[in-house]
DNA sequence: GACATCACG
DNA sequence: GACGTACGTGATGTCC
């Protein structure tokens, strides 16, 4: 077939596949010899889906996927510094490259690659013969480098945002059509090919500029003309580097080709080829979906002499077996149960997994129980299954068919106790607390949701829907399915028996299949470590506090709610006075328009919902228009307080009573342990991680935070831990010296970099230091310190420069921070916490958020490792000890403990925390702890 | 369910 | 005068 008009090409950027593959998946290796085939992996998903979904009308009559040959092309003898600043390709990566090329010839695609020349340059001929020939193209790929092709029939796809990239995309990216985006391109250069362009004009000013005159060369040709002088005079000085960037940026649409567009034709993959190649490589899921999908049978896994541990592994691929929800079994009899217990006890563990009533452990009833032994061998107890309805006034019977509670628990507990007997959970915690309050507490365990997250932490969630998607290639039966959503919803126990079964013992076996994948998985990581001592003993630890819960008095609350309720009124009505109307206060969107359209308060700014902004800050600057416009002001301050007390009612006052739990009287809050990326713990339903002590009237609410009779609030606090850390991580001797000193260390930064004597320090040079000692560990940038301490820009960077002129480790320390993201894709903690940085390479504004993210990650999250091994440790230091740990807030405990143990429990677990870090990290600044006591969590604090 | 706002370390 | 920006969370109320 001659390639001609109703001819349409794609032609897929391979290098762009292989390198999203890459970094979208863990490094996974080959199990029979440890070859790292993560890129390959995805890259054939990711081709496999591609043909899967371009079967349509529309589908290409030809296609190639395009390579890079080397990194040494034509461009670096034009330029020699062109792409030099690319980072060192990954050691894990560089082999893979061969095996992407072999990937493509298996699914039957034309594989293609020229020396000297970039993949970028082969496209644009091919697109240009194809164009010539009246064909119509497609290039797979979102690189902004092609953009330049587009028009005439060419278009691009990105394939990640399942999106076509056209005229108007160009436009909005380059503020000019493609036929002159290389223009664009010539002026702003580009840092991450490193070309260099023209000095200080970027894409937003080259764009104005050929606007205006057309083209590059009429540009150049009339620079004299330009009315700025500084850009006028860049132009003119740098004419010889633009035209050089013109040439690095323009792609060739004549490079030497061997072949014809006809010899592209799109070809049906052999099926024998493909996977034999799938199978070699060991891809047992995406094997069978294309044999499934080429509808031939799936070759035998190789069976070449594979060692023990790797046929151990093989035996524990859960890929291997699919879910069948019919061979789940019912338990009903205890001698069924007996059998399964029997079997447990043979292989040593057992994936365990509660259905309840309800979210909350304090209050849900044990509706089911599911186990699981191996892949696809589970089964589910129904216990509380219940029938009847609308009578509010009889409980609902049981229905019929369950095992009795009490029968069930009997045989069971033992197990869960036995010491020799792995009980493994996703998200165990929650089982723990369930169990526990039957007089059962499971151990050991084992819990997949935190192996994932010492792995996988900032990668994508921990949920047991998100892991079995990812690695078991299985998407579990919805829990939508039986209780439904919204008003409608039922709870766990109205689910009939046999449905129950198929869920309940779904959730065992995905779990179980889970722990067989990343048991092995953890060690290859390096994160034993961190699972073993930072996430598993955890899990008993806060069980316990949470099962403890808080003492809160309704009664306090109840009053503060009256009384916020009574001010707000006085307020509500002082600001519709001042509005001239009556509207909801607590609308955003209504409030803007009396302030900014009503009113006509000068300054009004409105976001990308088109909306004012009106957040505290913007209030804030407007309350100091008291002589140009004192109606605006006054009205803004009235609303800044009528906020302050609207949140502490509702979200304190008021939505803690409702917490309160009417058994035990106490508020009992739920730790996430696996929620936030750093390692930092989240509390949650309710948040008593956020209950105010910033403002006076705020503090107030934890007064009602009280230890019950004959018993004491201790808080002991960590003393500037991510600071001491940072001084550690980035090695600061000056700031050391001065925690070694016992030295106000906000006070001797200022003294340090404003030259001022501590003496005569002021407190508002302190309080300058302060939030630039805080700015550092944010990752700290102009723009936001100048936000933070509202002064100018310039003058922000002033002091950002001097500070790293006088602490060089932290510059360093930020730098090699930033380093090591992008060769590692994750930064570490001083305990080998492991955070993720997807984003680190992206380019744009996103790049700035991931490189604050990794600056700060390892500060935070090593505080965060430092007190989870205080909490860790502390239940056996204080054994002997009347008290009880309740709270954890990041870089506080808070105890309740009996009047007469309270020096010895202060001293105790200060040593505990002062010492977290033994014996693993020797940290070269001390840490220190602050203690205090009281009635209440206000006094103690 | 998205967004704005604001509470904490 | 490239871009848009302090890091990490969760809960509440509007509004569509």
Known sequence: MTFGKGCHLHLIDGSAFIFRAYHALPPLTRKTDGLPIGAVAGFCNMLFRYIEGNKGPDAPTHVAVIFDHSSKTFRNEIYPDYKANRPELPEDLRPQFPLTREATRAFNIACIETEGYEADDIIATLSCQARDAGGRVTII????DLMQLIGDGVVMFDAMKNKTIDRDEVFEKFGVGPERVVDVQSLAGDSVDNVPGAPGIGIKTAALLIQEYGDLETLLARAGEIKQPKRRETLINFADQIRISHRLVSLKCDTPLDFTLESLEVRAPEPDTLLTFLNVMEFRTLTKRVADSLKVAAPLPETATPSPAAQAEAVAAPEALPFDHAAYEAVTEPEQLARWIARIRERGHVAFDTETTSLDEMRADLVGISLAVDPGHACYIPLGHRQGGGDLFASDSLVEGQMLLAEALALLKPVLEDPAILKIGQNMKYDWKIMARHGVEIAPIDDTMLMSYAMFAGLHSHGMDELSERYLNHRPIPIKELLGSGKSQITFDRVAIADAVKYAAEDADVTLRLWQLFKPQLHRARVTTVYETLERPLVPVLARMEMAGVKVDRDTLSRMSNAFAQKMAGFEAEIHDLAGGPFNVGSPKQLGEILFDRLQVPGGEKGKTGAYATGAEVLE?????????????????????????????????????????????????????????????????????????????????????????????????????????????????????????????????????????????????????????????????????????????????????????????????????VAFAKAHGHVETLFGRKIHTPEISAKGPGAGFAKRAAINAPIQGTAADVIRRAMIRMPGAIAGIDARMLLQVHDELLFEVAEADVDRLIATAKEVMETASDPAVQLSVRLVVEAGRGPNWAAAH
């Open 141 to 144: 790929s979102s690189d902004k």
């Open 621 to 817: 600057d407007i309350t100091t228009l008291e002589d140009s416009h004192p109606q605006g002001a006054e009205l803004a301050a009235r609303v800044l307080d009528w906020r302050q007390l609207s949140k502490l009612k509702s979200t304190y006052t008021d939505a803690l009573q409702d917490h309160v739990n009417p058994d035990t009287g106490r508020v009992h809050t739920s730790y996430s342990i696996a929620g936030a990326n750093t390692g930092r713990l989240a509390s949650t339903d309710p948040n008593l991680q956020n209950i105010p002590v910033r403002s006076e009237e705020g503090r107030r609410i934890r007064e009602a935070f009280v230890a019950p009779p004959g018993r004491v609030m201790v808080s002991l606090d960590y003393s500037q831990i991510e600071l001491r850390i940072l001084a550690h991580i980035a090695d600061i001797p000056a700031l050391k010296q001065a925690f070694r000193d016992g030295h106000d260390i906000h006070a001797m930064t200022a003294s340090e970099m404003f030259n001022v004597p501590l003496d005569q320090m002021t407190s508002d040079i302190r309080r300058q230091a302060k939030a630039i000692n805080f700015g550092v560990i944010y990752g700290i940038s102009g723009f936001g310190l100048a936000r933070n301490l509202r002064i100018p820009r310039a003058e922000a960077q002033g002091f950002i420069d001097r500070y790293f002129e006088r602490f060089p480790g932290i510059r360093a320390y930020m730098d090699d921070t």
